[in-house]
């Protein structure tokens, strides 16, 4: 079997769309709403990847992945390019490459109770952290008094939180404010617990050097013009 490569930018407008690997069900970046249309702020990134490429928000073609599977999918071929809440790592740029940041997402704290206005508030509390995250590390330096219980899912989290089992939890931002717009009485703890940068995952190699090169400019003229963060606050992104 031959292998499989990436389409290079000449390949891409000759096709005459984009093909771009996004998740769903992550509100507020990538999810179905009531029309069971995908939106979100990585569709409205992809769509003006589509426009910066053929001037048509249109032409792109939106392939739903699996967590798992948003890099082996720029890896193999079957998409041009990953926008499915992808932290920029070391271990992860020795397989792709990274546009900028587009995004800082971090870990945060979700609560019920509207008293708790600082991370001060939270110690001797009840948190729920998921196991192996390394948030756990974090929670730990910052609340050492607090009473931390492992999880092994964000639904198991949610659960906890909602029944009162667990006083506050601690995991992605882009995810507890999802939460936030599905669910009302719950409140972020105003501070972020770390940061970190999501990034368009695309190939390497000297032949996409083109494609490279038009999604940096892309995304650096996006934060220029103010419209990333005007996109992010669209979706209720802090």
């Not at 005459?16 to 939106?39: C, E, I, K, M, T």
């Not at 390394?134 to 909602?162: G, I, K």
């Amino acid at each position: 079997m031959l292998p499989v490569f990436a389409a290079d930018l000449d390949t891409i407008r000759q096709r005459g769309r984009v093909v771009v690997a996004v998740r769903d069900g992550w509100q507020p970046l990538s999810f179905r709403n009531g029309d069971d249309d995908l939106v979100g702020l990585e569709v409205d990134l992809a769509r003006g990847l589509a426009s910066a490429i053929f001037a048509d928000p249109a032409a792109v073609e939106l392939m739903v992945v699996a967590s798992g599977d948003r890099i082996p999918a720029v890896l193999d071929g079957r998409a041009d390019l990953a926008i499915a809440g992808l932290t920029l790592t070391a271990g992860r740029q020795r397989l792709v490459s990274f546009s900028p940041p587009y995004y800082l997402d971090g870990g945060a704290v979700l609560v019920r109770d509207p008293q708790v206005q600082s991370l001060a508030d939270l110690q001797r509390r009840r948190l729920g952290v998921l196991q192996g995250a390394s948030t756990v590390a974090v929670v730990r330096h910052l609340l050492p008094l607090a009473a931390l219980t492992p999880l092994a899912s964000y639904q198991e989290a949610f659960n906890r939180l909602s029944t009162g089992q667990i006083d506050g939890f601690a995991g992605d931002v882009t995810v507890l404010v999802g939460w936030q717009q599905n669910h009302s009485g719950y409140y972020l703890v105003p501070r972020l617990l770390s940061a970190e940068p999501l990034a368009i995952a695309l190939p390497k190699g000297t032949q996409y050097t083109e494609l490279r090169a038009l999604v940096n400019q892309t995304v650096i003229g996006w934060h220029h013009s103010g419209w990333l963060e005007e996109r992010a606050t669209f979706w209720g992104l802090p």
